[in-house]
T-cell receptor, first 111, second 113 residues
Framework: GDSVTQMEGPVTLSEEAFLTINCTYTATGYPSLFWYVQYPGEGLQLLLKATKADDKGSNKGFEATYRKETTSFHLEKGSVQVSDSAVYFCALRDSNYQLIWGAGTKLIIKP | NAGVTQTPKFQVLKTGQSMTLQCAQDMNHEYMSWYRQDPGMGLRLIHYSVGAGITDQGEVPNGYNVSRSTTEDFPLRLLSAAPSQTSVYFC????????????FGNGTRLTVT
């Protein structure tokens, strides 16, 4: 079946560092891809999405590009802030419209 | 603007007890769902509903029941709690199941002893 694999955390960075969180997927067809973020004590919220190959999703300085050839959707940000500390989830929407989730990557930003 | 409201925030049960986790949304969303979140496993879908009167099973439905008598409410019932049901539970809704983003509640942390 479809699956999503994320890099294990936690990822610890200093403020203003460059961030990459890797996400790869296996799926039949061409799923939509998503990044959700979960701040401490809260539910998840959509960060960005891409619905077809070569689409770039972006929001709040974060970006991710839908790469069909490498089946990847890596999350990047040029300069992280302490407020970006959270758990980040990569997900795909399968052919039955269900979301398949990665395990989540905890990001810790130190001042 | 309440969004998705879950109650309670925390709950401790003894094995064999039953309880209902409440979920309500005020966005007139047709699609609602329940997930459980366990360390290292991401989110797993328990049950979902595409509209009032319609429910279906997700990936891990055993031990849980749901009903959808109104568009707003989607309660999750644990029939006989087991330690394996210790988890954080999230309710989520969206305008539709195929294109719209999910809106999540803040979660219920359940411990079964």
């Amino acid at each position: 079946g479809d699956s999503v694999t994320q890099m294990e955390g936690p990822v610890t960075l200093s403020e203003e560092a460059f961030l990459t969180i890797n996400c790869t997927y296996t799926a039949t067809g061409y799923p939509s891809l998503f990044w959700y973020v979960q701040y401490p004590g809260e539910g998840l919220q959509l960060l960005l999405k891409a619905t077809k190959a070569d689409d770039k999703g972006s929001n709040k300085g974060f970006e991710a590009t839908y790469r069909k050839e490498t089946t990847s959707f890596h999350l990047e940000k040029g300069s992280v802030q302490v407020s970006d500390s959270a758990v980040y989830f990569c997900a795909l929407r399968d052919s039955n419209y269900q979301l398949i989730w990665g395990a989540g990557t905890k990001l810790i930003i130190k001042p | 603007n309440a969004g998705v409201t879950q109650t309670p925030k925390f709950q401790v049960l003894k094995t064999g007890q039953s309880m209902t986790l409440q979920c309500a949304q005020d966005m007139n969303h047709e699609y609602m769902s329940w997930y459980r979140q366990d360390p290292g496993m991401g989110l797993r879908l328990i049950h979902y509903s595409v509209g009032a009167g319609i429910t279906d099973q997700g990936e891990v439905p055993n031990g849980y029941n749901v009903s959808r008598s109104t568009t707003e409410d989607f309660p999750l019932r644990l029939l006989s709690a087991a330690p394996s049901q210790t988890s954080v539970y999230f309710c989520a809704s969206s305008a539709d199941r195929n294109n719209s983003p999910l809106h999540f509640g803040n979660g219920t942390r359940l411990t079964v002893t």
